[in-house]
């Protein structure tokens, strides 16, 4: 049974960090490249940071870049997500993504994870 399991949100002020993880199991997690989507209230799902299968590629929302950092664990299949200097525009329902590297159509989806930042 496949799963991505989120954790690590919750309130935080503005300026905090969190540091959020997706724990997959059910598949081959190192040939999977893995991001972190999000989606705000009343706005479209957007990708927030993605990672190479191996880790050694990374990419980023101009929004986040400078302040958010994505890594991934292939012998503990987790990915993280370690959010720095944050904002109220960064609240958001945080889901963490396993597609493929080579199947693009092969893809999970964890069930998501709030992140709220409000003083």
């Known amino acids: 049974q496949v799963q991505l399991v989120e954790s690590g949100g919750g309130l935080v002020q503005p300026g905090g960090s969190l540091r959020l993880s997706c724990a997959a199991s059910?598949?081959?997690?190192?040939?999977?490249?893995m991001s972190w989507y999000r989606q705000a209230p009343g706005k479209e799902r957007e990708l927030v940071a993605g990672i190479s299968d191996s880790g050694g590629r990374t990419n980023y929302a101009d929004s986040v870049k400078g302040r958010f950092t994505i890594s991934r664990d292939n012998a503990k299949n987790t990915v993280y997500l370690q959010m720095n200097s944050l904002k109220p525009e960064d609240t958001a329902v945080y889901y963490c993504?396993?597609?493929?590297?080579?199947?693009?159509?092969?893809?999970?989806w964890g069930q998501g994870t709030q992140v709220t930042v409000s003083s």
């Open positions: 059910g598949f081959t997690f190192s040939n999977f490249r």
């Open positions: 993504n396993a597609r493929h590297r080579s199947i693009s159509v092969l893809e999970h």
